[in-house]
């Protein structure tokens, strides 16, 4: 079965940390770019980091930067994101995301395989 299945979610305090990974199995993780979006209430689905599949290219968006890490190990079929200084405009759904190329890129429509999200909260 091919799957991305995100974990590490959870609810935090302003000014907390959490790590996010993302197992992929049944399909093959280390030749592609992957990434990680995130979805507020009523808001649309927006990009916050992207690797490339050996992890020397990596994107952020501006309102990550500095505080949000993306990386991967191939080798353990798994994505993480590593969220430092959580801010409560943070809290979202968030998804990892597999593209069926080497570009690293931002649009979500650009993205293949999805999964299914997991749940970040950060109090005030």
């Known amino acids: 079965q091919v799957q991305l299945v995100e974990s590490g979610g959870g609810l935090v305090q302003f000014g907390g940390s959490l790590r996010l990974s993302c197992t992929a199995s049944?399909?093959?993780?280390?030749?592609?770019?992957m990434g990680w979006f995130r979805q507020a209430p009523g808001k649309e689905r927006e990009f916050v980091a992207a690797?490339?599949?050996?992890?020397?290219?990596?994107r952020y968006t501006d309102s990550v930067k500095g505080r949000f890490t993306i990386s991967r190990d191939n080798a353990k079929n798994t994505m993480y994101l590593q969220m430092n200084s959580l801010k409560p405009e943070d809290t979202a759904v968030y998804y990892c995301a597999q593209r069926a190329s080497v570009i690293v890129t931002m649009g979500p429509e650009e993205y293949d395989l999805w999964g299914q999200g997991t749940q970040v909260t950060v109090s005030s």
């Open positions: 049944g399909l093959t993780f280390s030749r592609y770019a």
């Open positions: 690797i490339s599949w050996t992890g020397s290219n990596t």
